[in-house]
């Protein structure tokens, strides 16, 4: 026998078994025992479930300063790349001026 429910799920009635031949109280056993099993094994899994959720808030929490020390050794080494970039560029331009401008001044000179 089966019965919807609203939810979509369908009940089926438990079974009882007897023990042995002696009365109701068997399935009533069986199935006790059977609960307190399946109730052991939801505690255990609870509390494995409550271990790992502690284990990623400490993960997440590690990575979140892991990120901050990143970001922070990553500033410091942007300004120091940012000055030598400076100092590059200002080589680079020099170069390039006298590159185009010596040639130009010996054409003239020569003329």
Same mark, same amino acid.
């Given at each position: 026998?089966?019965? /919807?429910r %609203?939810?979509g799920?369908?009940?089926v #009635?438990f #079974?009882r078994?007897?023990? @042995?031949? @002696?009365g109701? %109280?068997?399935? /009533?056993?069986?199935? !006790?025992? !059977? &609960?307190?099993?399946l109730?052991?094994?939801? *505690? =255990?899994?609870? $509390?494995?479930m409550?271990?790992?959720e502690?284990?990623l808030k400490?993960?997440?929490?590690?990575?979140d300063?892991? *990120?901050? !020390?990143l970001?922070d050794?990553?500033?410091?080494m942007?300004t $120091?790349f940012r /000055?030598k970039?400076?100092e590059n560029q200002k080589? =680079?331009v020099? +170069? +390039?001026?006298?590159? &185009? =401008?010596?040639p =130009?001044f010996?054409?003239l000179v020569t003329k």
């Amino acid at each position: 026998m089966q019965a /919807d429910r %609203d939810d979509g799920t369908n009940l089926v #009635p438990f #079974p009882r078994f007897k023990n @042995g031949g @002696g009365g109701g %109280d068997g399935g /009533d056993m069986y199935t !006790r025992e !059977r &609960i307190a099993r399946l109730e052991a094994t939801d *505690e =255990l899994r609870e $509390r494995n479930m409550r271990g790992v959720e502690s284990e990623l808030k400490n993960i997440s929490q590690k990575m979140d300063n892991m *990120e901050t !020390r990143l970001v922070d050794k990553l500033g410091a080494m942007d300004t $120091r790349f940012r /000055d030598k970039a400076d100092e590059n560029q200002k080589w =680079l331009v020099a +170069l +390039l001026v006298s590159a &185009i =401008l010596v040639p =130009l001044f010996m054409a003239l000179v020569t003329k």
